[in-house]
T-cell receptor, first 117, second 115 residues
């Protein structure tokens, strides 16, 4: 497989459930990201992992918990979500260099469409 | 902080007509700008990027964008729209707040192509 793969593509969960979203990149990149895309709102950066270390958390509620066990895999663990958390969750990866920025593009997965009922 | 503003959440053009999608940026340093496209039920795909090498940037699928510092703009154009261009387009700006790359996206413009 190539690129960035997200599973599942669709997920429906109740507010008391616990589920996880998975992202895998086959590009040899060293940075991975979670974005949330809601209707009529800009793409929101949720988490950034650079060299497997979390470097940014944009004040995301604790019901979202990321995990990056290695540079190729990224998870988003979900628990006790609210209906307003229904959205498309996008994973992305890029190759970063220490020092001068590369201005490299981010490669996105197809997303997981999450519906909280 | 860097940001981008996309003017018009929806744009409709006839097939074969000029496509113009507007993006203005705000940045205290020379910006690095991107245009991404999102087709229905897909992730985002890079169309083109500006990294100061040339003000006119050519991308995939016949799109191009011109960086105009005096107007703080980075508008996306295509001379002749095709049905397959119907998608949502996002302008984005890059920053490095803590030594890592952060991309901030605009709110997106949905392009409708009328046959």
């Amino acid at each position: 497989e190539t690129g960035v793969t997200q599973t599942p593509r669709h997920l429906v969960m109740g507010m008391t459930n616990k589920k996880s979203l998975k992202c895998e990149q086959h590009l040899g990149h060293n940075a991975m990201y979670w974005y949330k895309q809601s209707a009529k709102k800009p793409l929101e950066l949720m988490f950034v992992y650079s060299l497997e270390e979390r470097v940014e958390n944009n004040s995301v509620p604790s019901r979202f918990s990321p995990e990056c066990p290695n540079s190729s895999h990224l998870f988003l663990h979900l628990h006790t979500l609210q209906p307003e958390d229904s959205a498309l969750y996008l994973c992305a990866s890029s190759q970063e260099a220490a020092g001068e920025p590369y201005h490299t593009e981010a490669f996105f997965g197809q997303g997981t469409r999450l519906t909280v009922v | 902080a860097q940001s981008v503003t996309q003017l018009g959440s929806h744009v409709s053009v006839s097939e074969g007509a000029l496509v113009l999608l507007r993006c203005n940026y705000s940045s205290s340093v020379p910006p690095y700008l991107f245009w991404y496209v999102q087709y229905p039920n897909q992730g985002l795909q890079l169309l083109l990027k500006y990294t100061s090498a040339a003000t006119l940037v050519k991308g995939i699928n016949g799109f191009e964008a011109e960086f105009k510092k005096s107007e703080t703009s980075f508008h996306l154009t295509k001379p002749s729209a095709h049905m397959r261009d119907a998608a949502e387009y996002f302008c984005a700006v890059e920053s490095f707040p803590g030594g890592y790359q952060k991309v901030t996206f605009g709110t997106g413009t949905k392009l409708q192509v009328i046959p």
